[in-house]
């Protein structure tokens, strides 16, 4: 399953919106962050649209957006200490 960086980032944007509404949650924080090193540009960057994920990239932030992850706690997306 191909995914675009923008495909991420509005399953992500959605998740940090659901659990830090009118804030930013550690695991919207830390996509941000990885999608800098990982692809060289933030989420929101015109070439999100055109950026194919890394397979491993889309498959642990979509965990993470959809609440799977063990990283971060589902219901506030703080990173599991």
């Not at 191909?2 to 399953?11: C, F, L, S, V, Y």
């Not at 998740?15 to 962050?33: H, I, T």
Request: net charge negative; glycine share 6%.
């Amino acid at each position: 399953m191909q995914m675009t960086i923008k495909q991420i980032h509005d399953a992500m944007h959605a998740y940090n919106q659901s659990v830090a509404y009118g804030s930013e949650c550690n695991a919207w924080q830390d996509f941000v962050a990885d999608c800098h090193d990982r692809v060289g540009f933030g989420p929101w960057s015109d070439s999100a649209s055109e950026t194919d994920a890394p397979d491993d990239f889309a498959e642990y932030w979509l965990d993470v957006a959809n609440g799977n992850s063990s990283d971060f706690i589902a219901e506030t997306g703080s990173r599991v200490e």
